[in-house]
């Protein structure tokens, strides 16, 4: 297995591949992956469904990364030093063990689009500057532990797509009147009884 993962950082590197799929390989652990790191000119990586529990620092090395997708996998935990991806704009983290993001998280400057589907994060789980991501176009939170949404969601002025569906949601905060782009807003399989008569304005 380690051969066939060696030939294609390989092949990126002689060919000047930008984008390299390691999807469903058994790795479960990105520094296994001789050379991986060395690789700062790919713009896409995929490492979903595989073993993965943890992404080392080192992920700061792809620096011209615009696509990360780990999706499916058993992740708990992210690196600070995700945050100094300046040009990540597509980030897949869906049906991982996350209970909670990074300091600084929020200082992504390019990203538009966050999965954070199936996982275990509630409104504790993010840090301070989460809304920060005033770039996101779509958010994907379904399937995580959410009973409220913090009001400072009314700063994510550019989302088109926010999906909170299948969480403990009791309640939305009247701020979500405030994301006028809004086009798909999707929240069943929460415990909501009542909505904000500002999402009138959307």
Known sequence: MS?????????????????????????????????????????????????????????????????????????????????????????????????????????????EVLDLTYNNLNENSLPGNFFYLTTLRALYLSDNDFEILPPDIGKLTKLQILSLRDNDLISLPKEIGELTQLKELHIQGNRLTVLPPELGKI
């Open 3 to 111: 051969k066939s993962l060696k030939k294609i950082v390989e092949e990126s590197r002689e060919k000047n591949q930008p984008e390299v799929d390691m999807c469903d390989r058994g790795i479960s652990n990105m520094l296994d992956v001789p050379g991986l790191f060395t690789l700062s000119h790919i713009t896409q990586l995929v490492l979903s469904h595989n073993k993965l529990t943890t992404v080392p620092a080192n992920i700061a090395d792809l620096r011209n990364i615009e696509v990360l997708n780990f999706f499916n996998n058993q992740i708990e935990e992210l690196p600070t030093q995700i945050s100094s991806l300046q040009k990540l704009k597509h980030l897949n983290l869906g049906m991982n063990r996350l209970n909670t993001l990074p300091r600084g998280f929020g200082s992504l400057p390019a990203l």
